[in-house]
C-alpha cells in the first residue's frame, strides 16, 4: 500500500452525502462549507461523540469526516458505533493527530482512511470522493504504517477452527492481489486490460464474498492470505 493510495476518481452522478463532526464550530462550518461548495451534499453536523452518533443514524451519510478529539464519545467510539449500526457509511478522520496509536486505532475502529488537519482542501476534498466509493486515503506517510500494522497481524497464529475461506473466482484473486500491493483501481484496470467500473465490481463481488466492509479491511484479508508476496 503506497502512499498514494487509491487515486481514482468516483464514478457517481449524484452528490456524496456526507456529515462534518468537529468541536470547534468555526472549524466545522469551514470544513462543511468547502464540502458544500465543492457540490457536495452536507446532510449535517454535530459537535460531540453522542450527537454524532444519533444524527448519523438518523441521516445515513455516505461519508463521515470525523475528528478524534470529541467530548462525550471520543472520535474512535463514535466511528466504531457508526460503523456497527451500519458498514455502508465510510469514515474519514480529519484529525490535528498525526500519532500512530490514534491513526491504528481509528481504523481499528472501522475508518477507512485518515489526514491530518494540515492537508490542504483540495487533497479533503478528493479524499471525501474517493472515501466515498470504496478507496483509502491516507495523509502521506500513514498508509506505511497501517499495512505495517496488517502484516503484524497477519504473522500472529490463527485459531485452527477458522472457517474456510470463500471460493473467489480467478479474476477476483487477481485484482485482491493487486489491491493487496497499494495499485489504485484505475492502475488494476491499466494492468488487467478492464474497465475502472469492472474492477469496482469485481472488489464489490469480493467484499461480500468475504463479509467484508470496506478496501481497508479487505486489504488485511489479502496480506493475511500472503496475497501481497505473490
Not at 449500526?85 to 493527530?97: E, I, N, T
Request: charged share 25%; aromatic share 2%; with cysteine.
Amino acid at each position: 500500500m503506497t502512499d498514494q493510495l487509491m487515486t481514482d476518481q468516483p464514478t457517481t452522478d449524484r452528490p456524496v452525502r456526507v456529515m462534518v463532526v468537529d468541536d470547534h464550530p468555526m472549524w466545522r462550518d469551514a470544513v462543511s462549507r468547502d464540502l458544500a461548495e465543492a457540490g457536495l451534499d452536507v446532510v449535517a453536523t454535530a459537535g460531540d461523540g453522542e450527537e454524532a452518533v444519533r444524527r448519523a443514524r438518523a441521516c445515513t451519510p455516505q461519508v463521515v469526516v470525523l475528528d478524534l478529539n470529541l467530548p462525550g464519545l471520543p472520535g474512535a467510539e463514535v466511528c466504531r458505533q457508526v460503523v456497527a449500526h451500519d458498514p455502508a457509511v465510510r469514515v474519514l478522520v480529519l484529525s490535528a493527530s498525526g500519532e500512530h496509536q490514534d491513526v491504528l486505532e481509528a481504523v481499528k475502529s472501522g475508518a477507512t482512511g485518515y489526514l491530518v488537519k494540515s492537508a490542504g482542501r483540495e487533497e479533503l476534498l478528493d479524499a471525501v470522493r474517493r472515501t466515498a466509493v470504496g478507496d483509502a486515503v491516507f495523509t502521506p506517510g500513514l498508509a506505511g504504517l497501517v499495512l505495517g500494522e496488517f502484516r503484524r497481524l497477519a504473522a500472529e497464529p490463527v485459531q485452527a477452527s477458522a472457517p474456510a475461506a470463500p471460493q473467489l473466482t480467478t479474476r477476483e484473486t487477481e485484482v485482491l492481489r493487486l489491491v493487496a500491493k497499494g495499485l489504485s483501481y484505475r492502475q488494476i484496470a491499466d494492468r488487467l486490460v478492464l474497465s475502472h467500473r469492472t474492477v469496482q465490481n469485481h472488489v464489490q463481488n469480493t467484499l461480500g464474498k468475504l463479509q467484508l466492509h470496506n478496501r481497508v479491511e479487505l486489504v488485511r484479508y489479502a496480506i493475511e492470505q500472503g496475497l501481497d508476496e505473490i
